[in-house]
């Protein structure tokens, strides 16, 4: 059973930076893909990034891209995000999800959760 454990959340001021972490366990993490998703208070839970199992394609959605980097270590079978220009628009509940399939619209395996707060 997959087992996703994300940490490095936090509150930042606009314009920081944060990087957040997920250890993953149980199987084999190459033949998973890592995604990450992200749900604010009141609205619906969205894609934000993901690494795949084949050569580490990546995804992101549009309102991250430029400013987010998603990536992945095989050997320490953990992934990451990396968060940069972050504005009070990307205050949320950041989760860590995997699944074998390449790049799926959902995702069969979900961690708790690692709360960002982006505030001035």
């Known amino acids: 059973q997959v087992q996703l454990t994300e940490s490095g959340g936090g509150s930042v001021q606009p314009g920081d930076s944060l990087r957040l972490s997920c250890a993953f366990s149980?199987?084999?993490?190459?033949?998973?893909?890592m995604g990450w998703f992200r749900q604010a208070p009141g609205r619906e839970r969205e894609f934000v990034a993901a690494?795949?199992?084949?050569?580490?394609?990546?995804f992101y959605a549009d309102s991250v891209k430029g400013r987010f980097t998603v990536a992945r270590d095989n050997a320490e079978q953990k992934a990451y995000l990396q968060m940069t220009g972050l504005k009070p628009e990307d205050t949320a509940l950041y989760f860590c999800t995997a699944d074998k399939r390449l790049n799926p619209t959902e995702y069969d395996f979900w961690g708790q959760g690692t709360q960002v707060t982006v505030s001035a």
């Open positions: 690494a795949s199992w084949n050569r580490g394609m990546t």
């Open positions: 149980g199987t084999t993490f190459i033949s998973y893909t």
